[in-house]
């Protein structure tokens, strides 16, 4: 029974709720989590293989199918998982797995496990842009002012968007209401806004039960910081977080809800929110951001990054190469023909860049272009800059308990501003 409940933690430790567009992709899943649960590894190997097959390379399913062979003495077929899990740059110790304990000494095996570990090896090519002074900011997003040559940045933990100017000095720039932390930032430059999410919760101070599941879309201006906007997602009784988000040239504002799984809109002069994609279609969305053609790419966190073409609203997914692993994505952002994606689900965290097809329907390679580096911790959000690419190291999530609650010990290091030049 230990090694079912390792094998059902490898398959879904984040995708306790997942679904997908695709039905077949879930219902392999619940499959493999009912034989897994049950220890029935028989039954769980053909879900195992139809959940990696769809997905195009599923780096839970590759270790858990690693297992299985192991645990039916399949030397070959498990140094074969686990040098598909190797090629996607993760790492993991094996050696301390007792599923393959008998190989320790093994020269093939000592291999494999060599290159797993090396997996984690720093790689720093982001140069410190700022520090920040404060740990318990938790922060979360940020975005770049061109007119005014600063940064926005948003704190869950302080419920705020502060200013960060060209001399490294930060100050307020307004606050959400008592409880509500602000979440992700988007700048819709032509009509001089700044758009945050906003949501209660108890990671931010202030935070009142009674205001449980509530979120909104709040637009400030930018030259006054006076609230100009405000939106609300219907109250509906379930936990709802109206997280990341982005902003088309006609001022159109597409948001995704991490918790419920929906993607909304909200058009120039209306007050409501359109639904793009209801609960349940995607797990966790978070950022979204806009192909040339206006279809919406979004990093749906358990499984890769989605395109949701609007008028019609279908679904599909970018096929990807084997090798990448492509969930645990929290920041995506859009250059050309390429995509940086910031991912702090995987083991190292790291920043991608992600090369798609003319027509942008496919990622064809992908490069690692920072990881475990020192000021990295956990990663977040991004922004670019010119030909520059800004984002957020040791945002201090991995600080919040599982109650939700920030912990700053006194030796917590604050987040910093790593700036990629491309």
């Known amino acids: 029974m230990r090694l079912a409940i390792l094998f059902f933690a490898v398959l879904v430790a984040s995708a306790s709720l997942l679904w997908s567009a695709e039905p077949d992709w879930y219902e392999h899943l619940q499959s493999a989590r009912a034989a897994l649960a049950e220890d029935d590894v028989e039954a769980a190997f053909p879900e195992l293989l139809a959940v990696d097959s769809i997905v195009g390379g599923h780096p839970g399913a590759v270790f858990a199918l690693a297992q299985i062979a192991a645990r039916r003495g399949y030397r070959g077929t498990a140094l074969r998982h686990l040098r598909d899990y190797a090629a996607m740059g993760l790492a993991r110790s094996v050696k301390t797995d007792t599923t393959f304990a008998a190989w320790v000494g093994d020269s093939a095996f000592e291999a494999v496990s060599a290159r797993l570990d090396s997996n984690a090896t720093p790689l720093a090519r982001a140069e410190v842009a700022a520090k920040l002074t404060d740990p318990s900011l938790l922060v979360e997003d940020i975005a770049w002012d061109s007119r005014r040559h600063r940064f926005l940045l948003s704190s869950i933990h302080q419920r705020k968007i502060f200013v960060l100017n060209a001399e490294g000095s930060i100050v307020g720039f307004a606050a959400s209401g008592a409880g509500w932390g602000v979440y992700g930032l988007a700048i819709d430059a032509a009509h001089s806004r700044v758009w945050a999410t906003t949501a209660a919760s108890a990671t931010t101070e202030g935070f009142v039960e009674a205001d449980s599941g509530r979120t909104a879309l709040v637009a400030f201006d930018l030259a006054t910081a006076a609230q100009v906007s405000r939106v609300e997602l219907p109250r509906d009784g379930k936990a709802h977080v109206l997280g990341d988000l982005t902003v088309g040239r006609d001022g159109t ?5 991490s918790i419920g799984g929906g993607v909304y809109r909200l058009r120039p002069g209306r007050s409501t929110l359109d639904t793009l994609l209801a609960p349940g279609i995607l797990h966790s969305p978070q950022m979204p951001a806009l192909s040339t053609d206006g279809r919406l790419l979004i990093a749906d966190y358990v499984r890769g990054i989605a395109a949701l073409e609007i008028p019609s609203r279908r679904v599909t997914w970018l096929p990807k190469p084997r090798t990448l692993a492509s969930g645990g994505i929290d920041g995506l952002y859009r250059d050309g023909h390429q995509l940086i994606a910031i991912q702090n689900g995987t083991h190292p965290h790291r920043v991608l860049e992600l090369t798609l097809d003319a027509r942008e329907t496919r990622i064809l390679s992908w490069r690692v272009l920072e990881q475990a ?26 600080r919040v308990n599982e109650a939700g609650a920030l912990e700053t010990p006194a030796d917590a290091r604050p987040a910093a501003l790593l700036r990629l030049a491309r």
């Open 253 to 257: 504002v597409y948001v995704t809800e």
């Open 373 to 398: 580096s020192e000021w990295l911790g956990e990663p977040n959000h991004g922004t670019f800059v010119g030909k520059n690419f800004y984002f957020i190291g040791n945002s201090g999530w991995d």
